[in-house]
């Protein structure tokens, strides 16, 4: 009877509960499991976590933002930059930085300069184009994209004017209304304009110097006076600078129509002849005009003559070439203008000027 007892309790102590405790052998990997005896004498994990033990990550690419970027003044094809950093520990204070740059659209990849400043001014850069900008730590070659500026470079204050035009402007005097743009919108620093006008005349040059200004388009009224020949030029004041192809206008005579043109239809076999109005002073109540036709090139032959109150005139004839000449008559008869320069037009759209001596 004590055997039995002694064995019975002998089984007890060895069913008692038992935690087991596994490590892996990973080193980069623990692992716990816990195991609870349970009648049916079967184990079954409770619960089973991995913590992954992170390795160190490779350091990311040291950010350095432009804190300004400009054309400095006096020099419009220059830019300068100031930048600056954030540190990390591994970072020394003497770090060289790569200097990134190209036109718009093309590759930043490569640094330009390299420098231990904390600035820089790129020089000899074309004018009145737009340039991206960025910088680096030398030894990386890595940019930030968010740190990309960009910039516009000024005029070339010695390149000359675009968009010039002379034109006639119908008034007591008359006036040439001479127009031009700046040879780039963005013009930094004002600048000022010459104008040259030759006079055919007395064979001597008329200057105006005009005052600086920042406006991209100008014009100006220069005044003239009925009959005159100019070649008139404009250029920037700047000391080198190149003028605009000279433009040569003659100025209509009093009471002359002006911008005469003609066009022509083919299938009508007809042409319209058109013209700008002149100047009427206040002794002059009316105007009507008298339009010459000569056929073919030849002015000294037979003409018709026709007469309008409006600037226009539509003509139909048999020959496909013809000469067109405009004047003006005041309606007491008193006076009248010289006519117009002759225009030779064909039905096929060929229109050329005849200058007679």
């Not at 079967?42 to 054309?71: D, G, K, N, Q, W």
């Not at 056929?295 to 020959?319: A, Q």
Request: proline fraction near 6%; glycine fraction near 4%.
């Amino acid at each position: 009877m004590c055997l039995r007892y002694y064995l019975y309790i002998v089984c007890i102590l060895l069913i008692r509960d038992v935690a087991v405790q596994i490590t892996d052998d990973d080193p980069n990997t623990n692992t716990i499991s816990s195991f609870s005896t349970i009648p049916s004498s079967h184990y079954a994990p409770e619960t089973s976590m991995t913590y992954p033990i992170s390795s160190s990550e490779s350091r990311l690419p040291i950010t350095i933002e432009i804190l300004r970027v400009y054309v400095p003044p006096g020099i419009g094809n220059a830019v300068k930059l100031v930048w600056g950093r954030e540190y990390d520990d591994d970072v020394g204070l003497n770090a060289t930085y790569g200097v990134h740059y190209a036109k718009d659209g093309q590759d930043l990849t490569v640094p330009k300069i390299t420098t231990t400043n904390r600035s820089a001014v790129i020089e000899d850069l074309e004018f009145c184009t737009k340039y991206n900008f960025a910088v680096s730590l030398a030894n990386e070659h890595k940019i930030n994209s968010n740190n990309i500026r960009s910039v516009v470079t000024y005029m070339d204050h010695t390149a000359p004017p675009k968009n010039f035009q002379v034109d006639f402007e119908p008034r007591e005097p008359p006036c040439l209304l001479i127009r031009w743009s700046a040879s780039c919108a963005n013009i930094g620093q004002a600048i000022g304009y010459v104008i040259s006008a030759f006079d055919h005349d007395s064979t001597r040059y008329r200057m105006v110097t005009l005052p600086a200004s920042n406006r991209a388009d100008l014009l100006y009224h220069f005044q003239a006076y009925y009959g005159a020949k100019f070649d008139i030029k404009v250029s920037t004041n700047f000391p080198g600078s190149k003028a605009a192809e000279a433009v040569t206008y003659k100025v209509p005579n009093f009471l002359q129509p002006y911008k005469v043109r003609v066009t022509s239809n083919p299938e009508a076999g007809a042409f319209m002849i058109y013209w700008q109005e002149p100047y009427l002073p206040y002794f002059i109540d009316r105007l009507y005009y008298e339009v010459y036709v000569y056929r073919g090139y030849n002015i000294s032959e037979d003409y018709e003559k026709f007469y309008v109150t409006r600037p226009v005139l539509i003509y139909k004839g048999n020959e496909s070439l013809y000469t067109f000449s405009v004047g003006s008559v005041s309606y007491d008869g008193e006076y009248r203008s010289l006519f117009t320069d002759p225009i030779a037009a064909d039905l096929y759209g060929e229109v050329r000027q005849i200058n007679v001596p």
